[in-house]
């Protein structure tokens, strides 16, 4: 791969996922193309010349026109408060990317798909589920999404729709903080029970992608090999506070 530069991108649309997160739509133009999984870096210039750039996954497909990304607002981030409550259609911003080559899924695997996030780590994954839902005959697929409240639950409505489609994916929601009157989810944390009764069967050979806090992924990780399912067939993405 040749050297990353920036590129020019432009807002065209925005959508709040839950109070504290929303998808920006960029036109990227000549965009490269990317990889269900992959992230880009984005770069903010003040007026001054300040510069501020962190790193987003890429939550849609590889073969919409459009890339975009879903941010989480942290309250002592420089850059994450802009794009999430200040940009605006037509603003502009810098991308780089796309970057990342271990934890992407490649459609044309026949694998059973197995993907775990916690939070805001359910973007990259979110692209693999778009990427999936327009093959023709997609492989089997599970999502174990845990979510502090009902309301921290990201791209709910569509994870639901794509749940309802023939052949979605199984979408399996958890809530550790407090779950709403009605809630008919799974509440607390995924444990070793909770994977051993969820977890695609071993003898499927299931291809697993995790993707979160550092400490969610560490957990799951660890539980997963420990239910026996080979290391190299689960793929780690962790974020920390990093203050974007």
Do not use: K, N
């Not at 992230?39 to 996954?57: F, K």
């Not at 975009?68 to 794009?83: A, I, M, Q």
């Amino acid at each position: 791969m040749g050297r990353l530069t920036w590129q020019a991108a432009t807002v065209v649309g925005a959508r709040w996922e839950t109070p504290r997160v929303r998808s920006l739509v960029l036109d990227a133009g000549a965009w490269p193309g990317h990889r269900a999984g992959q992230h880009v870096d984005v770069r903010l210039t003040a007026e001054d010349g300040y510069t501020a750039q962190r790193s987003y996954s890429i939550a849609s497909a590889p073969e919409e026109p459009t890339v975009t990304l879903t941010v989480e607002r942290l309250d002592d981030g420089e850059v994450s408060p802009y794009l999430v409550d200040e940009a605006m259609p037509g603003d502009r911003l810098e991308l780089r990317g796309p970057i990342g080559g271990h934890f992407v899924w490649c459609p044309d695997d026949p694998s059973p798909l197995q993907l775990l996030a916690g939070g805001s780590g359910v973007v990259p994954l979110m692209a693999m589920l778009r990427a999936r839902a327009g093959l023709a005959s997609p492989p089997p697929a599970i999502l174990l999404l845990s979510s502090r409240t009902a309301d921290d639950i990201i791209y709910r409505d569509e994870l639901a729709a794509l749940a309802r489609r023939e052949e979605g994916p199984r979408v399996v929601h958890t809530l550790t903080r407090s779950a709403p009157p009605g809630w008919e989810g799974r509440t607390g944390r995924y444990d070793a029970a909770a994977l051993a009764e969820l977890a695609l069967p071993l003898s499927t050979r299931p291809l697993t992608y995790v993707c979160g806090p550092t400490a969610f992924v560490e957990s799951m990780a660890s539980l997963l090999t420990g239910l026996g399912h080979p290391p190299g067939r689960v793929r780690t993405e962790r974020f920390g506070a990093t203050g974007g």
